[in-house]
C-alpha cells in the first residue's frame, strides 16, 4: 500500500538537510542537474550564501507520516549569480520507489505558492534530455526551454583525439597559469579583467551579477577543492593576455579532467588561440596520464561546438534550460 506522504517546509536543520542531501546523492551521474547538493554541508553551504545575499529561499520536503522518512524535496530561489529580484531557480526530486504519485506535482505547488508571494516573475529550471518525464512535467507546468547545454567528452586513448584540423594561433605564447603567476607579478588584474569581458559573451540569457570579484577568480583558479592550476592555460601576445581556459580535477574521476571555460579577447578572435589553448590542455591531460577530458557547452555557442568536434569530443547528453514567465493568480 502507498504510505500517506504529507508536504511540510523543511527547518533549516541537518536533519532536513541530510535528508535532500541523501535524494541529490542517490540521483546517478548522469542524471544530475547543476546545483543539486549532495552533502548536507553543501547544501548548507548554499544556504548560507543565499542568507548573506539576502535572497530568498523557499523549500518543502515530502514526508512519511507514519515514519517521518523524507522522501522528496522542491525548493525555489533567487538565482545567485544572476540577481533580480523576480527571477528564481526552481528544483524538485524524489526518491526512487516515490515517484509517479503526485508527490512532485504537490511539492512544486506548494513551492509555487511561497514564488508567486516573493513576487517571483520568472522561473527556471532544468531536465536532462534524456528524462521524457521531466521534460513532458516541464511543458505541463508551462515551462519553455531556453537553451541546452550539451556534455562532451574527449577520450584521450582514441587514435586522433586531441588532432587539429586548422592552425594554432601563430606568434602567441601559451603558458600554463602554474609558470605565469610565477613570472608576472600583475597576472591576477589582467587576467581577471580578461575573464570579467570574455565571460559577458558566453551566449547566455543572463551572466554573473554581481561578476566575480578578482579574489573569488583567483579561489576558483588555485585554492577550490578542484582547482588545478597546472592545467589552465593563458595565451599571451607580446605583453597582452588575449586567452585563457579553466580545467578543475574531477570531483568524482580521478582519470577525468572537467574543461570549465575557455575564453579569447574579441579582437583576437579567428586566429586559432582557442584551438592552441584546448590544444595545451589535451598534451598536459595525456602527460598526466588522464584518461578523459570533460566538457559542457550551451546549444547556442557554434564556434565551441565546431572546436571541440574537431579535436575528437564527442556528445554524451545535456541539460535542459527552461523558463517560466508568470503572473500568478492567487485568488482563493
Ligand atoms: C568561442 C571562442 C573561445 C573561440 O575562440 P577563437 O580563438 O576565435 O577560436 P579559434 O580561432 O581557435 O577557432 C578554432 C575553430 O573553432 C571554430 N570557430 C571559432 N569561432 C567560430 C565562430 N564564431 N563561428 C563558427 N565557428 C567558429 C572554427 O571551426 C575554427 O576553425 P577555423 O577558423 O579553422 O574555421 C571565442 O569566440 C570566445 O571567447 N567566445 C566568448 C566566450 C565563450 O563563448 N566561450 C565558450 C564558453 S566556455
Redesign the pocket.
Known amino acids: 500500500m502507498t504510505p500517506a506522504v504529507q508536504i511540510r517546509a523543511a527547518r533549516p536543520t541537518d536533519a532536513d538537510r541530510e535528508a535532500v542531501a541523501r535524494i541529490n546523492a542517490a540521483v546517478p551521474r548522469e542524471e544530475r542537474h547543476d546545483i543539486e547538493p549532495r552533502s548536507a554541508g553543501a547544501l548548507r553551504e548554499l544556504d548560507e550564501l543565499l542568507a548573506r545575499r539576502g535572497h530568498a529561499l523557499c523549500r518543502h520536503v515530502a514526508e512519511v507520516v507514519a515514519t517521518g522518512e523524507i522522501v522528496g524535496y522542491a525548493h525555489g530561489f533567487h538565482v545567485p549569480w544572476e540577481h533580480h529580484p523576480a527571477r528564481f531557480w526552481c528544483a524538485a526530486r524524489c526518491a526512487p520507489g516515490h515517484r509517479r504519485r503526485g508527490i512532485g506535482a504537490r511539492l512544486f505547488a506548494a513551492v509555487e505558492r511561497d514564488l508567486a508571494r516573493l513576487g517571483a516573475r520568472e522561473l527556471r529550471a532544468m531536465a536532462r534530455e534524456t528524462q521524457p518525464e521531466m521534460l513532458a512535467l516541464a511543458a505541463r507546468l508551462g515551462f519553455q526551454e531556453l537553451f541546452r547545454s550539451w556534455d562532451f567528452e574527449l577520450d584521450l586513448a582514441r587514435p586522433g583525439a586531441g588532432r587539429p584540423?586548422?592552425?594554432?594561433?601563430p606568434g602567441v605564447a601559451i603558458a600554463p597559469l602554474s609558470e605565469e603567476r610565477a613570472r608576472r607579478p600583475g597576472w591576477l588584474a589582467e587576467l581577471h579583467a580578461l575573464y570579467l569581458a570574455?565571460?559577458r559573451?558566453?551566449?547566455l540569457p543572463n551572466h554573473l551579477d554581481p561578476e566575480l570579484p578578482a579574489d573569488a577568480f583567483a579561489a576558483y583558479l588555485e585554492r577550490s577543492p578542484t582547482s588545478l592550476p597546472e592545467a589552465c592555460f593563458v595565451a599571451r601576445d607580446g605583453d597582452r593576455y588575449v586567452?585563457l581556459c579553466i580545467l578543475h580535477r574531477s570531483e568524482d574521476d580521478p582519470a577525468r579532467l572537467d574543461h570549465?571555460?575557455?575564453?579569447?579577447?574579441?579582437a583576437?578572435?579567428?586566429?586559432?588561440?582557442?584551438?592552441?589553448?584546448?590544444l595545451a590542455t589535451i598534451d598536459l591531460a595525456r602527460r598526466r596520464g588522464y584518461s578523459r577530458i570533460a566538457t559542457a557547452?550551451?546549444s547556442n555557442?557554434?564556434?565551441?561546438l565546431?572546436?571541440n568536434e574537431?579535436l575528437g569530443f564527442v556528445r554524451r547528453g545535456g541539460l535542459v534550460v527552461f523558463e517560466r514567465r508568470t503572473s500568478w493568480n492567487l485568488a482563493g
Do not use: D, H, I
Request: charged share 20%; no cysteine.
Open positions: 584540423g586548422g592552425r594554432a594561433a570574455v565571460n559573451e558566453v551566449p586567452g570549465l571555460f575557455t575564453g579569447v579577447a574579441a583576437s578572435r579567428g586566429r586559432g588561440v582557442a584551438r592552441a589553448l584546448k557547452v550551451e555557442n557554434p564556434g565551441m565546431a572546436l574537431e
